[in-house]
């Protein structure tokens, strides 16, 4: 029988512990050298909690707590707690929207103030459904070839999504889509990601082309399908109601759900930075069709030219670092104030700048080794419970780097998705410090079976 050991070490991944603390490092370096101007006292900022570097440092060292009183619990409790954490992260995303405890941060009202740093439960909420999805999918009742049971798994991860678009919190919501990576490694039927990539697709084409266009573009592409195709159609009619139906499928979704997106998911200065990037201005009018009133373009207006100029300036201080970086503190777009967020969302432009092609190479390999480790942690895995989580714990550090950095370079728009471990914020390094650490208490008890 299964004893629980006191020892915080005893098969723990010192791997993969090294890689966590190695990325909390360069971010801290990074947030340093973003904020501390010439002439400052370090001494006294890092005393005083002025500058996010020294509030990073202490959530650091919270971290740290945290992930010592990880590593000392029973890995039983993780199972045990899956669901009601989950329901408990689930009340804490509504409670946002009650009147006073609800705080709105830029635009969007996704945080609640704690006095000493303002917490994202949709952010926390994270760490909730990868077990709440790990305890589903590991039960023995589910059978994960049943439609009903792929139904109840999407709600399990979608359901803080839909509550996060209600936020305005749209970045985040995209992140729980890579709960798909861990449905597809238990059995998730291919279909749905053949169908996923074809919509992912017409959305891409609707970005290229009117909505005319691409539906008089189905109609002919399906009525030349039909009329070359006629005598084996005649054979198996079952092939016109697949050619029928994929037809009045994509027409549905370029003149429905595309406008919709744009319309009520995207905020209208996102939507605009989005057609942009493709040289198109946006089609669709924010807010139902409704007329804008004046005060309400000109925000709109300057939150898009915002978006613009964040993007262009990180672009800027990355392209200046060149190959071997302008060195530490020497960054003129670090150092000037140029590029907005630079301690958030845009902290990769600091490592660019900094330390140039190599050290933007250098992060990004040791992104990618914790993501193979993380692989090859997953896959020797006994239980079920495990594997699920750690593919969510995988999946969810894989969306964040790729599209943080494909902001930063320009490559994607500006939703507001953080660098894990070396973004600022509390809410951030927290949530990746619990996923991170409750993964390597797994699999440091890898010998149990939790199903």
Not at 176 to 204: C, H, Q, T
Not at 440 to 449: E, S
């Amino acid at each position: 029988m299964y004893q629980k050991n006191p020892s915080i070490s005893k098969g723990v991944d010192w791997l993969m512990v090294w890689l966590y603390a190695i990325i909390i490092i360069i971010g801290l370096i990074c947030i340093f050298s973003v904020e501390y101007k010439s002439g400052e006292s370090v001494e006294q900022t890092l005393i005083g909690f002025k500058k996010n570097y020294s509030k990073q440092l202490f959530f650091f060292a919270a971290c740290i707590i945290i992930a010592a009183f990880i590593l000392l619990t029973d890995s039983k409790a993780f199972t045990a707690m899956a669901n009601l954490s989950y329901l408990v992260g689930i009340l804490l995303i509504i409670a946002t929207f009650v009147p006073g405890v609800g705080k709105e941060i830029k635009g969007s009202r996704s945080w609640i103030p704690l006095g000493f740093m303002n917490l994202q439960p949709v952010e926390l909420c994270k760490i909730f459904t990868s077990l709440a999805l790990a305890k589903y999918l590991s039960s023995q009742e589910t059978d994960f070839r049943k439609p009903k049971s792929q139904l109840i798994a999407a709600a399990i991860a979608f359901t803080p999504a839909v509550l996060s678009v209600l936020q305005g919190e749209t970045g985040l919501a995209l992140v729980y889509f890579s709960f798909l990576i861990a449905m597809y490694r238990e059995g998730l039927p291919p279909g749905y990601l053949i169908a996923g990539v074809v919509l992912a697709v017409l959305l891409v084409v609707s970005l290229l082309f009117t909505t005319t266009t691409l539906l008089i573009a189905f109609t002919i592409i399906a009525a030349l399908f039909i009329f070359f195709y006629w005598r084996q159609i005649k054979r198996n009619m079952s092939v016109a109601f697949v050619v029928i139906g994929s037809w009045v499928l994509a027409c549905a979704f370029v003149a429905f759900v595309v406008p919709f997106v744009f319309k009520h998911v995207f905020k209208g200065y996102q939507s605009d930075r989005i057609f942009s990037m493709v040289g198109r201005s946006n089609p669709y009018v924010e807010g139902n069709g409704e007329k804008l009133s004046p005060e309400e373009e000109k925000e709109k207006a300057k939150k898009s030219e915002q978006q613009d100029y964040n993007v262009k300036q990180s672009k800027i201080a990355i392209g200046s670092g060149g190959f071997s970086g302008k060195g530490f503190l020497k960054g003129t777009q670090t150092q000037g104030d140029f590029v907005p967020e630079q301690h958030t969302d845009f902290i990769f432009t600091s490592v660019g700048e900094s330390f140039g092609f190599w050290g933007c190479v250098t992060l990004m390999l040791l992104y990618l080794t914790m993501l193979l480790r993380i692989l090859k942690i997953a896959e020797r895995q006994r239980s079920t419970f495990s594997r699920v989580y750690a593919y969510s714990v995988g999946g969810i550090i894989f969306f964040h780097v790729a599209v943080n950095i494909c902001v930063t370079i320009g490559l994607a728009p500006v939703i507001g998705i953080t660098l894990p471990l070396m973004s600022y914020g509390g809410s951030s390094l927290i949530t990746f410090t619990i996923l991170i650490f409750i993964l390597i208490k797994l699999d440091a008890d890898r010998q149990m079976v939790l199903r």
